[in-house]
């Protein structure tokens, strides 16, 4: 199971606050992804990097901000301004050439009240 | 942009028979199609994917089948086993940087 980790395993915040979770490979992975997900709704992106210092939006980045200083780290703060960001996330990478396989981290489970 | 619908959303059967799982996407130009397993309480893994160059793929007691003309493709597990019971998610991507994935569908085998 090792090569990307994410932390903390569950995380409890207060509304207004915002968070980072933390998510680490150690893979020489390129690519890496941040998921988010939802009883019956699947994996849906937030964000993704493929190169240091460079990272898109995806589907569902709005109250979310992201990192990439350095090709290890992946770093997801969600913001006040996510209305709803209870939920489980999950950081993944990838290799961007030859094996497009994700590798998901363990997950965070983020519970706002 | 991509739209993955995967059914059904849960599915039981007998130990020993076979599983079968549907999705359906949008993109004509998605061409890589993976099939993630979740078991509870774990992170997904990839247990097969298939590129829109081929229509079959197998490993073992899976398969996966592609329709592209359709755009559909489908999970298949025989002699389905007790440690097959997890989550199953479809994706798709059309430049191997963004997936899309299906809701998943929970497949109960029952011993």
């Known amino acids: 199971d090792g090569g990307i980790t994410q932390s903390p395993k569950y995380l409890f915040r207060k509304e207004g606050q915002n968070v980072t979770l933390s998510c680490e490979q150690n893979l020489n992975h390129d690519a890496m992804y941040w998921y988010r997900q939802d009883p019956g709704q699947g994996l849906r992106l937030i964000y993704y990097s493929q190169i240091v210092n460079d990272f898109q939006k995806g589907d569902i980045a709005e109250g979310y901000s992201v990192s990439r200083e350095k090709k290890e780290s992946f770093p997801l703060t969600v913001t006040s301004a996510q209305k709803n960001p209870t939920a489980f996330y999950l950081c993944a990478s990838s290799i961007e050439t030859g094996s497009y396989e994700q590798y998901f981290g363990p997950g965070t489970r983020l519970t706002v009240t | 942009g991509e739209n993955v619908e995967q059914h059904p959303s849960t599915l039981s059967v007998q130990e020993g028979d076979s599983a079968v799982i549907k999705c359906t996407y949008s993109?004509?130009?998605?061409?890589?199609f993976p099939w993630y397993k979740q078991e509870l309480g774990k992170r997904p893994q990839l247990i097969i994917d298939?590129?829109?160059?081929?229509g079959e793929k197998k490993d073992q007691r899976i398969a996966v089948t592609l329709n592209k003309t359709a755009k559909h493709f489908s999970l298949h597990i025989t002699e389905t086993q007790p440690e097959d019971s997890a989550v199953y998610f479809c994706a798709a991507s059309n430049n191997f940087n963004k997936f899309y994935f299906g809701s998943g569908t929970k497949l109960n085998v029952k011993p």
């Open positions: 298939i590129r829109s160059n081929v």
């Open positions: 993109d004509s130009a998605s061409n890589y």
